[in-house]
């Protein structure tokens, strides 16, 4: 027989027999007391004052006597087993609890919390894992939690939980580094809900979400701990968590090996926001008052009669150094330069006020940087520079340069700004420009804590914006804006200056994704498989979910309007709703269900709060919905369209959205196609997921348009369910896209088409377009836009007539496709597009100085993911890669540094590797 005492959980006293009961309040609190303190002498006033917190009774001393009686008597009652009797003395100048530290859950908790620390620090993180598992598992709740309950709140209590959160974040560590990041990010998220100052726990969190494919989650987390610190405390995170934020932000392969813990993480990181910079030596230095500004803008080619102060050459920081583990590369980005100066209001102000104001404007560049996944590059004074497309290109890095340029303004304009005090930005004047183009971009050395360094004309262009810009506004240079225009609202310069545009105040939203010029072209599987399920979803009145995977511009929306129009002209659908996600969800996180939502009930995003609830109340009326239902349907539908606040627990909006769906397909089959699924956030992943399975029995047909990377997030996208589908679109033929890109240049009014040599050679040039265009319909669009534009001009030699330079769209969604791919998997691109075809580990190897065995695995995890593709077998049995898109290896080519380009061209001809070529059609390229 063996008693055993369990204080973490409700006190208990266990043994083979029937339970032992414990009389009274009093006596189970002086025994869990006795037992947190067990086999120590605890002093009588110790016992006292931990029962009477708030003043003791002058027969206090008595009950506690009592207390110790009766406990005595409840131990003696119960047999115990020879040398492990429990006994309870009276021992000057109190008690003495006396039992065996075995029969004390805490002690084991405690002896194996110790040794699971001891397992992880000595790397052994699978035992690790086991073992804390284990000590956790003799929690069964708050310990002692049935005193709590009455009241009792011991210092030894609170204590406890802080031992049991030290054992939890060690178990997330080591469970971390076994890999089992996907496992843990439940229970992260609620214990990070309870504890969100606890920046250990907060960095596992964001580090599990990482590993799962949730960059911006992750990031969330650490806006909301730096917010909560800062506002609460008035303190910034530590230095660790602002590391691995930044390492997030660089997407550093260190955070993706899963044997190493997250608190071992050596960390190379991009600097946020500084006060201190010196110059490079070369570089004008900036002076520190801000740029003087005009009441009409200048020529932003520097034409302007006016004097003005020099240009700020912005992000003065210190160059890495030149080691052989530095990195450069050539790179698209868009700068945004944010004056945000104090005004005369603020005149003789005190330092320190100075300090919160200008810390406070830090805090909210930085927010809003974070928010559209760009990247704070430093500060002079009242200057600052905002980086997109570096450490990672997007395709819409100039959209999101805008969209950012155009929060930070909003957020100024506010008449409560929580980063300054609650109170308006009074004495704060904020001018914005935004610049887009080529730089050079050098990264630190591993482990070096320096900052990118940016250079290109790109920087002096946008400095050149900054001093004609009016207060409150922003100006874009052209470039931004031709990539932009489709997305942004602008307006003409007051004054007719030159070369930039002023934005609007009010931009539109993104714009929904246009159907391609002319008919549909080669896509006659993909409909007719469409075709087929679509007749199954009207003949069992069943929901299905399609997944339609397709690479950027592949034609996934183009198929879908034209399936939708061709199935509403035969009747067999009654409606066609289409929902856009956002690739900024942070703040639409529904923004494809709104869309649906919006499409049927027939209001804008612009719309009133009175429109939006008027006709969203209409549509519901127009159903067979009973009036319980129809109230509940519309306070959550009017949620989902932005009215009041978000919930916490999204998940009767989401219901309500299912439900209205049903009730629409109820009327007829009913077509609901979600644009861009893999810019989903994961709860709403999880949704579209489970629709088919959750959805009534009536027939509603969800498509779902995706690009491959929602299959990395998800590789059980679907999962094997009985109404899911899940299908990949190819590229064209050839042939096919010899024909659009003639039909599409033919089309075009061009007084160069009567050109007789243009005409003979059109035909021809199309062919070797669509060779180069590799299937890929937008690249089609936008070559033949390129083609007729110099068509049009005229100006098209006869030594170029078999040349027209890679499109800048073309080079953003390449480009952002390399940015996808691991540090090292890209670098063994990079270096394969300087050896040409075919591609070998050996000569891969061999240009790059790197280990074969190494690159030989590169080379195969690019093959998965459909950069390369198996050409043959070289030598003795060595795998062979050719690249599955030429305009990869264009793009791939043109981001290496000259230098570095020619030294390992150097090394590609010493060893005389098969296959390759001058790469001079590709300098041409680059200098276009």
Same mark, same amino acid.
């Given at each position: 027989m063996f008693v055993r005492f369990c204080v973490l959980g409700s006190l208990e006293i266990v043994d083979d027999g029937p339970p032992v009961e414990l009389s009274g309040v009093k006596q189970r609190a002086v025994l869990g007391y006795l037992l947190l303190h067990a086999n120590n002498v605890v002093p009588t006033s110790h016992v006292v004052k931990a029962l009477w917190a708030d003043g003791v009774p002058s027969t206090g001393r008595k009950m506690v006597q009592n207390a110790v009686s009766g406990i005595r008597r409840t131990l003696a009652s119960r047999p115990h087993a020879p040398g492990r009797t429990p006994m309870l003395l009276t021992h000057a100048p109190g008690y003495l609890l006396r039992?065996?530290?075995?029969?004390?859950?805490?002690?084991?908790?405690?002896?194996?919390?110790? &040794?699971?620390? %001891?397992? =992880?620090? +000595? #790397? !052994?993180?699978?035992?690790?894992? $086991?073992? /804390? *598992? @284990?000590?956790?598992?003799?929690?069964?709740?708050?310990?002692?939690?049935?005193?709590?309950?009455?009241?009792?709140?011991?210092?030894?209590?609170?204590?406890?939980?802080?031992?049991?959160?030290?054992?939890?974040?060690?178990?997330?560590?080591?469970?971390?580094?076994?890999?089992?990041?996907?496992?843990?990010?439940?229970?992260?998220?609620?214990?990070?809900?309870?504890?969100?100052?606890?920046?250990?726990?907060?960095?596992?969190?964001?580090?599990?979400?990482?590993?799962?494919?949730?960059?911006?989650?992750?990031?969330?987390?650490?806006? &909301?701990?730096? %917010?909560? =610190?800062? +506002? #609460? !405390?008035?303190?910034?995170?530590? $230095?660790? /968590? *602002? @590391?691995?934020?930044?390492?997030?932000?660089?997407?550093?392969?260190?955070?993706?090996?899963?044997?190493?813990?997250?608190?071992?993480?050596?960390?190379?990181?991009?600097?946020?926001?500084?006060?201190?910079?010196?110059?490079?030596?070369?570089?004008?230095?900036?002076?520190?008052?801000?740029?003087?500004?005009?009441?009409?803008?200048?020529?932003?080619?520097?034409?302007?009669?006016?004097t003005v102060a020099a240009a700020p050459v912005t992000a003065v920081r210190m160059p890495p150094p030149e080691t052989s583990d530095a990195r450069a590369e050539r790179k698209n980005v868009s700068a945004v330069l944010v004056s945000a100066h104090l005004g005369p209001g603020m005149e003789g102000a005190d330092p320190e006020d100075v300090d919160e104001a200008m810390r406070g404007i830090g805090a909210i560049l930085d927010g809003e940087v974070r928010r559209f996944d760009g990247v704070a590059g430093g500060s002079i004074g009242p200057m600052y520079l905002l980086l997109f497309g570096v450490p990672r290109n997007h395709e819409n890095?100039?959209?999101?340069?805008?969209?950012?340029?155009?929060?930070?303004?909003?957020?100024?304009?506010?008449?409560?700004?929580?980063?300054?005090?609650?109170?308006?930005?009074?004495?704060?004047?904020?001018?914005?420009?935004?610049?887009?183009?080529?730089?050079?971009?050098?990264?630190?050395?591993?482990?070096?804590?320096?900052?990118?360094?940016?250079?290109?004309?790109?920087?002096?262009?946008?400095?050149r914006l900054l001093t004609t810009v009016p207060d409150g506004d922003i100006l874009v240079c052209d470039t931004t804006r031709r990539a932009t225009e489709e997305a942004i609202t602008y307006a003409p310069v007051p004054g007719g200056g030159r070369g930039a545009l002023a934005v609007a105040p009010a931009p539109r939203s993104i714009a929904a994704p246009q159907a391609g010029p002319g008919r549909l072209v080669g896509r006659d599987h993909e409909l007719q498989v469409l075709r087929s399920l679509l007749g199954q979803v009207r003949g069992w009145r069943r929901p299905h979910l399609v997944t339609m995977l397709g690479e950027p511009g592949i034609g996934k929306s183009r198929l879908l309007t034209e399936f939708g129009r061709q199935a509403a002209e035969r009747g067999e659908i009654a409606a066609v709703l289409t929902g856009n996600t956002q690739p900024f969800t942070a703040e639409a996180p529904y923004a494809a269900l709104t869309g649906v939502l919006r499409e049927h009930c027939g209001f804008a995003a612009g719309d009133p709060a009175g429109v939006v609830r008027e006709k969203v109340a209409a549509a519901i009326d127009g159903l067979a919905v009973p009036a319980e239902a129809a109230a509940w349907m519309r306070e959550n539908l009017c949620r989902l369209a932005g009215l009041g606040e978000r919930p916490a627990d999204p998940g009767q909006m989401l219901a309500a959205w299912c439900r209205f769906l049903e009730a629409v397909a109820v009327a007829g089959p009913v077509l609901v196609v979600l644009e861009d699924l893999h810019w989903a956030t994961d709860e709403l992943l999880d949704f579209v997921d489970a629709l088919s399975d959750h959805a009534a029995p009536v027939p509603l047909f969800v498509v779902a348009t995706a690009r491959p990377e929602l299959l990395q997030r998800r590789p059980g996208w679907g999962g094997g369910r009985r109404h899911a589908t899940t299908t990949t679109m190819d590229p064209l033929s050839d042939t096919a896209i010899t024909g659009i890109l003639r039909d599409l240049v033919a089309g075009d009014d061009t007084d160069a088409e009567q050109d007789p040599i243009v005409q003979d050679s059109l035909t021809e040039f199309c062919r070797a377009l669509a060779a180069r265009v590799?299937?890929?319909?937008?690249?089609?669009?936008?070559?033949?836009?390129?083609?007729?534009?110099?068509?049009?001009?005229?100006?098209?030699?006869?030594?170029?007539?078999?040349?027209?330079?890679?499109?800048?769209?073309?080079?953003?969604?390449?480009?952002?496709?390399?940015?996808?791919?691991?540090?090292?998997?890209?670098?063994?691109?990079?270096?394969?597009?300087?050896?040409?075809?075919?591609?070998?580990?050996?000569?891969?190897?061999?240009?790059?100085?790197?280990?074969?065995?190494?690159?030989?695995?590169?080379?195969?995890?690019?093959?998965?993911?459909?950069?390369?593709?198996?050409?043959?077998?070289?030598?003795?049995?060595?795998?062979?890669?050719?690249?599955?898109?030429?305009?990869?290896?264009?793009?791939?080519?043109?981001?290496?540094?000259?230098?570095?380009r020619a030294d390992k061209q150097r090394r590609a001809r010493e060893r005389g590797a098969a296959g390759w070529e001058s790469p001079a059609l590709a300098d041409q390229k680059c200098a276009s």
């Open positions: 039992v065996d530290p075995d029969s004390v859950d805490l002690h084991h908790f405690q002896t194996l919390a110790e &040794r699971g620390r %001891a397992e =992880l620090a +000595d #790397g !052994l993180a699978e035992p690790a894992a $086991r073992t /804390l *598992r @284990e000590a956790l598992g003799f929690w069964r709740g708050p310990a002692l939690s049935d005193l709590v309950e009455t009241g009792i709140a011991w210092p030894e209590l609170a204590a406890l939980e802080k031992l049991k959160l030290v054992a939890l974040e060690d178990r997330f560590e080591a469970e971390l580094s076994c890999g089992r990041h996907h496992e843990v990010i439940a229970e992260l998220e609620e214990v990070v809900a309870a504890e969100p100052l606890r920046e250990r726990l907060c960095g596992q969190l964001m580090l599990a979400l990482y590993r799962s494919g949730r960059q911006a989650d992750a990031l969330d987390v650490y806006r &909301r701990t730096y %917010a909560m =610190l800062v +506002d #609460g !405390l008035g303190i910034e995170p530590g $230095r660790e /968590l *602002r @590391e691995l934020q930044r390492m997030i932000l660089n997407q550093d392969a260190a955070l993706t090996v899963p044997g190493v813990p997250a608190g071992q993480i050596r960390v190379t990181t991009v600097n946020t926001v500084s006060a201190a910079a010196r110059p490079i030596p070369g570089q004008r230095r900036v002076s520190p008052e801000p740029p003087v500004r005009r009441e009409t803008p200048a020529d932003p080619t520097g034409t302007s009669t006016e890095d100039a959209e999101r340069a805008v969209r950012a340029a155009l929060a930070i303004r909003d957020r100024f304009l506010a008449d409560e700004i929580p980063e300054l005090g609650g109170r308006a930005a009074d004495g704060i004047s904020v001018g914005v420009a935004v610049a887009t183009g080529s730089a050079l971009v050098r990264y630190g050395a591993a482990g070096c804590d320096v900052p990118p360094v940016v250079t290109g004309t790109v920087m002096d262009g946008c400095a590799g299937g890929n319909p937008l690249f089609a669009v936008e070559y033949a836009r390129a083609l007729a534009d110099r068509l049009r001009s005229g100006d098209w030699p006869d030594s170029e007539r078999g040349q027209l330079p890679l499109p800048q769209a073309v080079h953003s969604v390449i480009a952002a496709r390399l940015d996808t791919l691991p540090e090292v998997d890209k670098a063994v691109l990079l270096d394969a597009s300087v050896v040409g075809e075919p591609v070998t580990p050996a000569s891969v190897a061999a240009v790059g100085g790197r280990d074969q065995a190494e690159v030989a695995r590169s080379l195969a995890n690019l093959e998965r993911l459909e950069f390369l593709r198996r050409a043959r077998l070289a030598g003795a049995g060595e795998a062979a890669y050719a690249f599955g898109h030429s305009l990869v290896r264009d793009v791939a080519y043109a981001q290496l540094p000259r230098s570095e």
